[in-house]
């Protein structure tokens, strides 16, 4: 059974730092791009970044380029975002994804003082 | 980037109607889209992929079609558990983008 697991949400202050992990399982993980995709409360599905299956190509959106930096451990099957000066509208559910079918359960992140 | 405009933004049906949303793309995307169902307080599900390819476990009465840029989601007699919001994605290049969502309530 596919399993994406993401975890190290919470609540942070704006300007601070947080990283989210996304432990996969059930699929030969260092086979497939992951992303991140964020959603605001009472919002739409919102792309965050994309990193291909080794890790040497990634993509940001706009808002989030030169804050947030994808990564991945193939070693570990984990995926990763680590997310610096945050701001309130960085406040979302965060999903790790990868194959269509596959979203985790997703992680909240509250950014407010 | 690639705008997907999705349509309607709400829609109310009465259970074994038919009901279509569409989505259409701003330049060629292939067969780069999917469509998902997303519940209040869950991860989106897949329904379908490749633009025309039902998703494993997904009822037959949801398909996919494509005519050039537009890309459609039918759901034939509608059930009450279709109830939802339904997005398009297009995976075709970065950034993905995702159609603005269709709210699907019953009558």
């Known amino acids: 059974e596919v399993q994406l697991v993401e975890s190290g949400g919470g609540l942070v202050q704006p300007g601070r730092s947080m990283k989210l992990s996304c432990a996969a399982s059930?699929?030969?993980?260092?086979?497939?791009?992951m992303a991140w995709v964020r959603q605001a409360p009472t919002k739409g599905l919102e792309w965050v970044a994309t990193?291909?299956?080794?890790?040497?190509?990634?993509y940001y959106r706009d808002s989030v380029k030169g804050r947030f930096t994808i990564s991945r451990d193939n070693a570990k099957s984990t995926l990763y975002l680590q997310m610096n000066s945050l701001r309130s509208e960085d406040t979302a559910t965060y999903y790790c994804?990868?194959?269509?079918?596959?979203w985790g359960q997703g992680v909240m992140v509250t950014v407010s003082s | 980037d690639i705008q997907m405009t999705q349509s309607p933004a709400s829609l109310s049906a009465s259970p074994e109607e038919i009901v279509t949303i569409t989505c259409q793309a701003s330049?060629?995307?292939?067969?780069?889209l999917a469509w998902y169902q997303q519940k209040p307080g869950k991860s989106p599900q897949l329904l379908i992929y490749s633009a025309t390819s039902l998703a494993d476990g997904i009822p037959s009465r949801f398909s996919g079609s494509r005519s050039g840029t537009q890309y459609s989601l039918k759901i034939s007699r509608l059930q009450v558990e279709d109830t939802g919001i339904y997005y398009c994605l297009q995976r075709y290049s970065n950034p993905w983008t995702f159609g603005g969502g269709t709210k699907l309530e019953l009558k």
């Open positions: 994804t990868g194959r269509a079918p596959d």
């Open positions: 059930g699929f030969t993980f260092s086979n497939y791009g």
């Open positions: 330049q060629d995307i292939g067969n780069w």
């Open positions: 990193i291909s299956y080794d890790g040497s190509s990634t």
